[in-house]
C-alpha cells in the first residue's frame, strides 16, 4: 500500500524558517523523481519543485528560488522541504508527489503569519 506522510507544518512568523518531510512507503522510493506543491486557500494547486530520483537535479517554481530547498534521503525514503525567509503568500497546504505514479500525500498546512 502505498503512503505519503507529510509532516513539519505549522504556524511560523514571517522571515522564518520550517522543514517539511515526506515519509514514502509502498513504493521503491529510490526509483522515482518527487514533487512538492503548495495550495493556498481560494487558489490552485502550484508546484513548488521537483527532485530526480538520485537527488542531483532540483528545480524550482520562481516564487521561492533561493529561499526553498528540496532534497531527499533514499535510504530512509523521506523527502524534505526547507522553507527560509517565509512570506504570508507561502501560507498553504503543502504535499508531496510522486508525478509519474500520481501518487499524493495527504499535506501538511504551513502557516506564515505574525
Known amino acids: 500500500q502505498v503512503q505519503l506522510v507529510e509532516s513539519g507544518g505549522g504556524l511560523v512568523q514571517p522571515g522564518g524558517s520550517l522543514r517539511l518531510s515526506c515519509a514514502a512507503s509502498?513504493?521503491?522510493?529510490?526509483?522515482?523523481?518527487m514533487s512538492w506543491y503548495r495550495q493556498a486557500p481560494g487558489k490552485e494547486r502550484e508546484r513548488v519543485g521537483f527532485?530526480?530520483?538520485?537527488?542531483?537535479?532540483?528545480t524550482y517554481a520562481e516564487s521561492v528560488k533561493g529561499r526553498f530547498t528540496i532534497s531527499r534521503d533514499n535510504a530512509k525514503n523521506t523527502l524534505y522541504l526547507q522553507m527560509t525567509s517565509l512570506k504570508p503568500e507561502d501560507t498553504g497546504v503543502y504535499f508531496c508527489?510522486?508525478?509519474?505514479?500520481?501518487?499524493w500525500g495527504q499535506g501538511t498546512q504551513v502557516t506564515v503569519s505574525s
Open positions: 508527489n510522486v508525478p509519474s505514479r500520481g501518487f
Open positions: 527532485i530526480n530520483s538520485g537527488g542531483s537535479s532540483v
Open positions: 509502498g513504493f521503491t522510493f529510490r526509483s522515482y523523481g
